[in-house]
């Protein structure tokens, strides 16, 4: 207890601090004739830097049909560029103390790379040189090669881990089958297998271009000597063509759904999903706020409820999935042995509805604002934290520098605001996914249970 509350002491001072001098991340966004927007983080610490690149592509742009290819460049964008053949794409940047990666959402696909600031100008001819000169090495040998990769990851991660295929039975509960978040990031078999040759350099040439990309370089280095950098090796790279996003309005939920998957699972496990709202909307904070109250800690009340007291679940799990088109906000409970769902539903509908009811307690809202303003901190320690969140906050508003105002936002939420977005999102329809083990229906949750 003492520990605890020296933590909790430690977190309000240094809270206190950062209020009084505020949280700037200075940063210029440059724009080049091609539409590539280059931002700039100075930052002289330690000689090093990030290279952060957003491609405003992810699932969500993909069509029915045609899903995957978002990822799958995940994979194809290592493979070689014209002047710089696979696997000269990691092996120079080893060779120079840097790494890289990459990720895919379903708003967007990034690559990365980071290590010493002399390695800057390698890092940014690699990835114009994949940017202007992937195409003329694209074959079918390396399109099939990546294929046959990703629906091995698909096997691995969906098919044959427990629990693996709520992923791709989830997303089709909560929204129509049009909506660009009704099917996985990962995309599905049958539109990987159909993939042409054609089909994926037609997805290169619309998305991959430098008017659908940000460049974040953040470390040791000064915007005038980047900028002429980048001004050097993507320069002449063409622009793309204009994009026609989607704009799909949040979905609403009328009634609970339902679906029931057998599995090689032990032990059955509950998935509620609600619908909430966009990323940056002004509900975000509370609803980050109430997943705390709910799952955040030992002491939050769906795992004191389930996991201590009643001994109904061996691990419980809440909080929300804000996107740049809708949102979602989800609850998972895993049975332990013995147990059904639907005693596990009862007692997370009878919390969900104490928390609308009564909202947290003070003590509750100031654990869950000291723990999220920690993670806070802790996203932005480094150059690379930074690069990432920079470019995300300009996703997602326009100015890279968001930093201050989420923490703001964050600061103050009230136990009003808990008590009201859990009323709003959390009560009302629910997508709910049962997983229970083979031959065990019987275990699966219910459509509605009075608490």
């Not at 120079?96 to 895919?104: F, Q």
């Not at 709520?166 to 078999?189: F, N």
């Not at 001004?231 to 704009?247: L, M, N, Q, T, V």
């Not at 996703?395 to 009230?414: I, S």
Request: aromatic share 8%.
């Amino acid at each position: 207890m003492r520990l605890r509350l020296l933590v909790g002491t430690l977190l309000l001072c240094g809270s206190a601090s950062l209020s009084a001098q505020g949280i700037k991340v200075p940063a210029t966004v440059d724009t080049l004739p091609n539409g590539l927007r280059l931002i700039v983080h100075e930052d002289a610490s330690a000689p090093i830097v990030t290279v952060d690149t957003w491609f405003w592509v992810g699932s969500g742009s993909e069509k029915p049909g045609r899903t995957g290819f978002a990822h799958l460049f995940e994979h194809l964008m290592f493979m070689g560029s014209e002047h710089a053949p696979y696997p000269q794409f990691d092996r120079l940047l080893e060779a120079a103390g840097a790494d890289n990666n990459g990720s895919t959402t379903e708003d967007r696909t990034n690559y990365y790379e980071a290590g010493p600031v002399s390695a800057l100008p390698l890092m940014l001819w690699l990835d114009a040189d994949r940017m202007g000169f992937l195409l003329p090495t694209m074959d079918t040998p390396k399109v099939d090669a990546q294929r046959d990769i990703v629906k091995n990851e698909r096997r691995q991660s969906y098919e044959n881990q427990p629990y693996g295929l709520v992923a791709d039975v989830m997303p089709k509960l909560m929204y129509p089958s049009t909506h660009p978040y009704s099917w996985p990031v990962i995309g599905s078999m049958a539109d990987l297998s159909a993939a042409s040759l054609e089909d994926v350099k037609d997805f290169f040439r619309t998305y991959y271009a430098p008017n659908n990309a940000v460049i974040t370089v953040a470390g040791a280095v000064k915007r005038d000597s980047v900028l002429a950098l980048v001004k050097h090796y993507f320069g002449a790279i063409p622009r793309g063509p204009a994009i026609d996003r989607p704009d799909p309005v949040q979905p609403q939920l009328l009634a609970d759904t339902t679906a029931v998957l057998e599995d090689r699972v032990q032990l059955p496990r509950l998935y509620y999903n609600f619908e909430s709202v966009r990323a940056g909307a002004s509900d975000d904070a509370a609803l980050q706020v109430a997943a705390y109250v709910l799952s955040g800690a030992k002491n939050s009340r769906l795992d004191q409820r389930l996991v201590y007291t009643d001994q109904t679940a061996s691990d419980v799990g809440a909080g929300p999935d804000h996107r740049k088109l809708a949102g979602t906000f989800g609850v998972t409970a895993t049975a332990r042995p013995g147990h059904a769902l639907p005693e596990l539903q009862r007692a997370v509908d009878d919390e969900l509805r104490k928390l609308a009811d009564k909202g947290p307690t003070e003590r509750e809202l100031q654990q869950a604002r000291n723990s999220l303003e920690a993670g806070f901190i802790r996203r932005i320690q480094t150059v690379q934290g930074k690069a990432d969140q920079l470019n995300r906050y300009y996703y997602q508003t326009g100015e890279p520098d968001g930093f201050q105002k989420n923490l703001d936002q964050l600061r103050a939420v009230t136990a009003d605001d808990v008590r009201r977005v859990v009323s709003k999102y959390l009560l009302g329809p629910r997508a709910i996914v049962s997983v229970v083990p083979m031959g065990k229906k019987e275990l699966a949750a219910e459509r509605r249970v009075t608490p």
